[in-house]
């Protein structure tokens, strides 16, 4: 884009433009998609669960309790949420809000380590 300003090239700039537009408009409904949260509270923590899972068999080997380990201590990073102070077991240990932004939170761990959120679910 920076030559085509340079050099005066309008019709190419606008092509240019046009692609980055394009390209940014793409991202967005790619993010979005990833966002998006789901029905019920129930159906948050069968997506939570599922995208641990497909973490632990793809980057710890199968050890799932690692892949917990870790995300948990995303969400103490991310939300501010320390989980040892908990009482209970599990998901159960989060409100239903909570529950809501750590379904995000494991679907762009996901997206972090290049996995499609669509072929997990």
Do not use: P
Request: proline fraction near 0%; aromatic fraction near 8%; charge should be positive.
């Amino acid at each position: 884009m920076l030559e085509a300003i340079i050099s005066g090239d309008h019709n190419k700039l606008s092509v240019l433009q046009t692609e980055l537009i394009g390209l940014k408009n793409k991202r967005i409904s790619h993010l979005e998609d990833v966002v998006t949260n789901s029905v019920t509270i129930t159906e948050s923590k069968a997506v939570i669960n599922k995208c641990i899972r497909t973490i632990s068999v793809k980057k710890f080997n199968c050890m799932f309790g690692k892949a917990w380990d870790e995300f948990y201590r995303f969400i103490n990073y991310k939300l501010g949420i320390n989980i040892r102070n908990r009482k209970g077991k599990g998901l159960a240990r989060f409100s239903d809000e909570e529950i809501l932004e750590m379904e995000k939170i494991a679907k762009s761990w996901l997206e972090e380590n290049d996995i499609d959120f669509k072929l997990v679910i």
